[in-house]
Each structure stands twice: as structure tokens, then as C-alpha cells.
């Protein structure tokens, strides 16, 4: 059975950092990409940074996002990760860990994160 | 960035009757090498992660009743429940996956009327 959990979430002040974690089981995690998407309370889903297969040579993020979170993954524990640094109120969200087969074909419960002084 | 528009933002409808939300690209996101559209729609009910219903546009996800079908090219798709039963309330998104980022449309949220 296929499994994405994440952990790490919660209330961080405005400027802090916190690490995501996701931890997958039941499939060959080296074989896919992986990608995390973040929903605002009460708001939309927002495609957050995506890391390839294999080696995750390739990464892309979203511009809401670009130079304050790093996307990597440790194939050997099965697990992706997301470094949030710098964090705004606008951060606060439940952030999804998924499995990228092009289209999401797999997603986690979500972790939520807070951003509040 | 492709920015995706869905309409409406929300839809009544009647059970047993159809339903159809509509997604338009800002730019084409079909592959001319094989003619296949990066389109994915997601059905998300309240307090649930998002599931997927149909890839490359119209292509149903396994275990997805047939009720859902997607179809549309190029800029313009089109999602339709073809009979629509009490569980299918919940909130629609479409999503392209032709170049990162893979934007998703605002929602449509679908209502019994």
C-alpha cells in the first residue's frame, strides 16, 4: 500500500525555519519524482517545488517560494524534505507531500505550518 | 508562468443531472510530438487530500467511475460529471504538468442544488 506521511509542521514566528519531512513506503520512492503543494486555510492549492527522479538533479520551484526553500530527498530512507527558511504569514498552510507521475497520482494527509508571532 | 482559469467558481446542480467546469490555459499545453495535453483534474472533498480523476486531459484514473470523463486540447478543457450523485459535491481543480511550475486553476466548487 502505497504511503506518503509528513512531519514537521507547526507554529513558527515570522523569519523562522522549520524542515519538512515525508516519508514514503510501498513503491519504489527512487523511481518517481516528487513534489510538495501547499493550501492556504480556506484557499486553492498551490504547486510549491518538485525534485526529479533518481539523483533529483533537477528542481523547480514556485516564485512565491524561490530562494527561501530547498526541496531535497534521501532516496536511501525513502524520504523528501522541505527547508523552509524566512517564513511569512503567507506561508501558513497544511503543505502536501505527492508523488509526481506527471499528474499527482499520490498524496499525503499534509502537515500543517503555522506562521504567527 | 501558464496561469489556468477555471469557470465557474461554483457550480449547483441538480442530482442526476450533468455538470461541467471548464479550464483554459494561457498558453497551449499539448506536445506536438505525440499530441498528448498535460491536463489533470482533482476532485478534493472537505478534509481530504486531492484525488485524481483524469490525466494527459482525458484519461481516467483507475478506480475513477465513468461517470467523469475530460476532454479539451490545447488551451481549452472541459471536465463533465455526466449524472451527478450526493458523494461528488467537493471542490474541482485542473492542473497542467507541461513546464514547472505545474500551475493549478483557482477551484470550482461544486453544490447540489
Known amino acids: 500500500e502505497v504511503q506518503l506521511v509528513e512531519s514537521g509542521g507547526g507554529l513558527v514566528k515570522p523569519g523562522g525555519s522549520l524542515r519538512l519531512s515525508c516519508a514514503a513506503s510501498?513503491?519504489?520512492?527512487?523511481?518517481?519524482?516528487m513534489i510538495w503543494v501547499r493550501q492556504a486555510p480556506g484557499k486553492g492549492l498551490e504547486w510549491v517545488s518538485r525534485?526529479?527522479?533518481?539523483?533529483?538533479?533537477?528542481?523547480h520551484y514556485a516564485d512565491s517560494v524561490k530562494g527561501r526553500f530547498t526541496i531535497s530527498r534521501d532516496n536511501a530512507k525513502n524520504s523528501l524534505y522541505l527547508q523552509m527558511n524566512s517564513l511569512r504569514a503567507e506561508d501558513t498552510a497544511l503543505y502536501y507531500c505527492a508523488r509526481d507521475a506527471g499528474a499527482i497520482n499520490f498524496w499525503g494527509q499534509g502537515t500543517l505550518v503555522t506562521v504567527s508571532s | 508562468d501558464i496561469v489556468l482559469t477555471q469557470s465557474p467558481d461554483s457550480l449547483p446542480v441538480s442530482l442526476g443531472e450533468r455538470a461541467t467546469i471548464n479550464c483554459k490555459s494561457s498558453?497551449?499545453?499539448?506536445?506536438?510530438?505525440?499530441?498528448?495535453?498535460?491536463l489533470a483534474w482533482y476532485q478534493q472533498r472537505p478534509g481530504q487530500p486531492p484525488k485524481l480523476l483524469i490525466y494527459?486531459?482525458?484519461t481516467r484514473e483507475s478506480g475513477v467511475p465513468d461517470r467523469f470523463s475530460g476532454s479539451g486540447s490545447g488551451t481549452d478543457f472541459t471536465l463533465t460529471i455526466s449524472s451527478l450523485q450526493a458523494e461528488d459535491v467537493a471542490v474541482y481543480y485542473c492542473?497542467?504538468?507541461?513546464?514547472?511550475?505545474?500551475?493549478f486553476g483557482q477551484g470550482t466548487k461544486l453544490e447540489i442544488k
Open positions: 498558453q497551449d499545453i499539448s506536445y506536438s510530438s505525440n499530441n498528448k495535453n498535460s
Open positions: 510501498g513503491f519504489t520512492f527512487s523511481n518517481y519524482a
Open positions: 492542473q497542467q504538468y507541461y513546464s514547472p511550475p505545474h500551475t
Open positions: 525534485i526529479s527522479n533518481g539523483g533529483g538533479t533537477s528542481i
Open positions: 494527459w486531459a482525458s
